[in-house]
């Protein structure tokens, strides 16, 4: 009894020769494109980059110059005899270190206001991420309903309602509402329900761990990169506001440095001096949000791979 040898199969190894044809022949194509779209992409970084470093070139320069300089010479390039200790050195003791003060009332202000902004902001977060409860959606969309309202819309209410309170022309009155976040409300919610595991909540419940622990032990720690994230954001907000300083306060020696170096610009027209002070300012307090971003920076791209796991 003879029994028939199996045939083979030849589809199965046309197709995949059939697929790796077709991949060959698209393969020129792809190589072709790459190049192309990874110089479109470097020339826009690179007119981007530009357009933010060429501002900051220009003040480093003019804080080198003296008042003369600033007119007479190129600029864009240093003077013959370049003096940028001396202009510090008039902008840290012209009228009794007045500028140490502002700049010691930026970092009050962005400090204390953008640490208990973030925190404030994580709890909200959390809370509406986590839990279910009535009137979570409400809550979610006045807190959405805050992040369209401009800034400039409520700083003449603020400034009528603080002053009835009797906060108005104080240290408060910029504090308070620094402490309001809706964007880090919204961004630490997305992220807690992303980060946070909700296996590792239960088990910390059965656990015996409180819901305040499990937020500063668990919940604190997966959403460190939201947390810094809005931190950075925050400071900056606070370090360059203007308007609300100009609004709430009346004393020259609690402006912040934005606050103050305006008030010293308005006096160029009448003392050309004046315009070398301010620009020594300004080169002073871009550095604080030039470290900052440095040192928040590495804990960030950290805090993005932390809760990665090999599969």
Same mark, same amino acid.
């Given at each position: ?5 199996? &045939? ?13 044809? *077709? ?8 190589t072709?494109? /790459?190049?192309? @779209? &990874? =110089?479109?992409?470097t ?8 357009y ?31 003096? $940028? ?22 970092? $009050? +202000?962005?400090? #204390? ?17 986590? +839990? ?21 819309? @409520? !700083?003449?209410?603020?400034?009528l ?6 906060? !108005?022309?104080?240290?408060? *009155?910029?504090? =308070?509402?620094?402490? #309001? ?9 997305? +992220? ?16 015996? %761990?409180?819901?305040?622990? =499990?937020?500063?032990?668990? %919940?604190? /720690? ?6 810094v ?5 925050? &400071? ?21 440095? &934005? ?13 050309p001096?004046?315009?070398?002070? @301010? =620009? ?10 030039? #470290? ?8 960030? /791209? ?10």
């Amino acid at each position: 009894m003879s029994v028939a040898p199996p &045939t083979r199969r030849p589809a199965p190894a046309r197709e995949g020769a059939g697929r790796t044809g *077709s991949v060959a022949s698209s393969a020129p194509g792809r190589t072709q494109r /790459r190049p192309r @779209t &990874t =110089i479109l992409v470097t020339a826009i970084l690179v007119v981007v980059a530009v357009y933010f470093l060429v501002p900051v070139y220009w003040v480093l320069v003019a804080a080198t110059k003296s008042t003369d300089d600033l007119f007479t010479t190129n600029g864009f390039w240093f003077s013959d005899s370049p003096q $940028l200790l001396t202009n510090l050195r008039l902008v840290v003791s012209y009228d009794g270190g007045l500028f140490l003060r502002w700049l010691a009332n930026s970092f $009050l +202000y962005a400090g #204390v206001g953008a640490v208990l902004a973030t925190y404030l902001a994580a709890a909200a977060g959390y809370a509406l991420g986590m +839990y279910r409860f009535r009137g979570s959606g409400l809550i979610l969309g006045v807190v959405l309903g805050g992040v369209l309202v401009p800034a400039t819309a @409520t !700083a003449l209410p603020l400034f009528l309602l603080f002053s009835q309170v009797g906060v !108005a022309n104080t240290y408060w *009155s910029v504090l =308070i509402p620094s402490l #309001v976040s809706p964007f880090g409300v919204f961004l630490c919610r997305i +992220y807690s329900q992303a980060a946070v595991p909700v296996s590792v909540v239960e088990a910390a419940r059965i656990d015996g %761990a409180g819901e305040l622990r =499990i937020f500063h032990v668990l %919940a604190l /720690r997966a959403m460190a990169p939201a947390l810094v994230t809005v931190l950075l954001f925050q &400071t900056i907000a606070i370090w360059n506001n203007y308007l609300l300083p100009l609004v709430m306060l009346a004393d020259s020696r609690l402006y912040p440095v &934005t606050l103050g170096l305006t008030t010293w610009r308005g006096q160029v027209d009448r003392l050309p001096e004046f315009y070398q002070l @301010t =620009i020594g300012g300004v080169l002073v307090s871009v550095v604080p949000l030039v #470290v900052l971003m440095v040192l928040l920076q590495r804990f960030w /791209r950290g805090g993005l791979t932390e809760g990665a796991v090999k599969a």
